[in-house]
Every structure is written in structure tokens, then in C-alpha cells.
């Protein structure tokens, strides 16, 4: 089993790290707005300084602001992305706001990483 680290990013989120095939997996959990999304942006930067592909499995996403949209689109700047499980209300976010069209989004996290 690949080995996971993790940091609680606020009462309503939580954000957990591991390795898969080569590709580092960051998994979501919770509900991320301005005041949850300074731990998710720090993983995602040590990820992202570390390899060259990133999958964001946000399988455990309650709910989702423009804070972790702006953090998504700035971050595919600088490592290959995907975005793996959203659930309906990330999706739609996505779609509203056309961002759907740039980030690349799997149904699974093997998806995402064999891509």
C-alpha cells in the first residue's frame, strides 16, 4: 500500500497524499473555501515541485468555491493536472464557469493516473 500523509485543513476539510504508479495523488475531503484551502494549496505545491503529473481526487468534496477553482487553474500552470471523481455540484461549477473545457477531468483516479 503506498504510503499517505495528511493535515487537517480546517474543521470542515482535510487534504491526504500518496504515490501511484509515479503520479502523486492529492485526495479532498470536506468543504473548501477561502478559509479551508491554504493546506490544499501547500500540498499541491510540494506535489507539483516534486513530480510532473498531479491527480486532485475530489471524490470527497462537500462543497467547493472560486477559491479551489482559482487554485485548480493555477495550479495546471505548472504540472500536468487532472481532476479525478468530482461529484455533481464540483462538476457544475466547472461547467458554469467554463473551466471544464481546460481542466482535465477522469470519472476515477486510475483513470487519471493511467491518462
Known amino acids: 500500500?503506498?504510503?499517505?500523509?495528511?493535515?487537517?485543513?480546517?474543521?470542515?476539510?482535510?487534504?491526504?497524499?500518496?504515490?501511484?504508479?509515479?503520479?502523486?495523488?492529492?485526495?479532498?475531503?470536506?468543504?473548501?473555501?477561502?478559509?479551508?484551502?491554504?493546506?490544499?494549496?501547500?500540498?499541491?505545491?510540494a506535489a507539483a515541485g516534486e513530480c510532473s503529473r498531479v491527480v486532485l481526487d475530489a471524490s470527497g468534496v462537500r462543497f467547493a468555491d472560486s477559491s479551489l477553482l482559482n487554485l485548480m487553474l493555477r495550479t495546471r500552470r505548472s504540472v500536468a493536472l487532472r481532476l479525478a471523481a468530482p461529484p455533481p455540484q464540483l462538476r457544475r461549477l466547472l461547467e458554469i464557469t467554463g473551466a471544464d473545457a481546460v481542466l482535465d477531468t477522469r470519472a476515477t483516479v486510475e483513470e487519471a493516473v493511467g491518462a
Do not use: F, K, N, W
Open 1 to 45: 500500500m503506498p504510503e499517505r500523509t495528511g493535515s487537517r485543513a480546517s474543521a470542515g476539510a482535510a487534504v491526504m497524499q500518496y504515490e501511484l504508479r509515479g503520479v502523486r495523488v492529492v485526495v479532498m475531503h470536506g468543504a473548501y473555501d477561502q478559509h479551508s484551502i491554504v493546506p490544499l494549496e501547500e500540498a499541491l505545491a
